[in-house]
Antibody, heavy 121, light 109 residues
């Protein structure tokens, strides 16, 4: 059974950094693209970043709102995708979810339970 | 960036009725790029439909998707109390990532 578990969320001051992790199990991790989303309180989901699977060269993409501040990476040997967040702003406060992306079906089929990031002084 | 609009904002229906949710995209997109999600409070989004009309694994056939171009529809037949949720349409934009609509809240009376 496929499972995704996020971790690393915390309360952090503006301007500081934080690294989120998403651990996958129940599937061949390296074969899949993985994506990060976030959802601020009372808002809809917002795409943050994705990283393609090894068949697509592990290419990365970012939303304009986080480009240059966030970095996505993956360790396929451990089944983990990371989101390194720097220069955090109050507007980055949200629940962050990771999701598996089926590139051949264009479907985000499995999601983790989310981890809360609060940026506040 | 392609903007998605959803209507209505809220739908209040009785058990057994049919819900029809609309999603309109700002420009024509391939049907393969359109998906629908269900989200209940405190939970992650759940994939219902991908490719505009294909049900995801484990999704009952009460949920169906249709449409093309700029107009897409999610239909929920035989509403059950557990269908109370916010429903989002989502489009895949290639290197531009993913965009969600504002959502339709379905309330079961």
């Amino acid at each position: 059974e496929v499972h995704l578990v996020e971790s690393g969320g915390n309360l952090v001051q503006p301007g500081r950094s934080l690294r989120l992790s998403c651990t996958g199990s129940g599937f061949t991790f390296g074969d899949y693209a993985m994506s990060w989303f976030r959802q601020a309180p009372g808002k809809g989901p917002e795409w943050v970043s994705f990283i393609r699977g090894k068949a697509y060269g592990g290419a990365t993409e970012y939303a304009a709102s986080v480009k240059g501040r966030f970095t996505i990476s993956r360790d396929d040997s451990k089944g983990i995708v990371y989101l390194q967040m720097t220069s955090l702003k109050t507007e980055d406060t949200a629940v962050y979810y990771c999701s598996r992306f089926l590139e051949w079906l264009l479907g985000l089929d499995y999601w983790g339970q989310g981890t809360l990031v609060t940026v506040s002084s | 960036e392609i903007v998605l609009t959803q209507s209505p904002g809220t739908l209040s229906l009785s058990p057994g009725e049919r819900a029809t949710l609309s999603c309109r995209t700002g420009q024509s997109i391939p049907s393969s790029y359109l998906a629908w999600f269900q989200q209940k409070p405190g939970q992650a989004p759940r994939l219902l439909i991908y490719g505009a009309s294909s049900r995801a694994t484990g999704i009952p056939d009460r949920f169906s998707g249709s449409g093309s171009g700029t107009d897409f529809t999610l239909t929920i037949s035989g509403l059950e109390p557990g269908d109370s949720a916010v429903y989002y349409c989502q489009q895949y934009g290639g290197s531009a990532g993913f965009t969600f609509g504002p959502g339709t809240k379905v309330e079961i009376k």
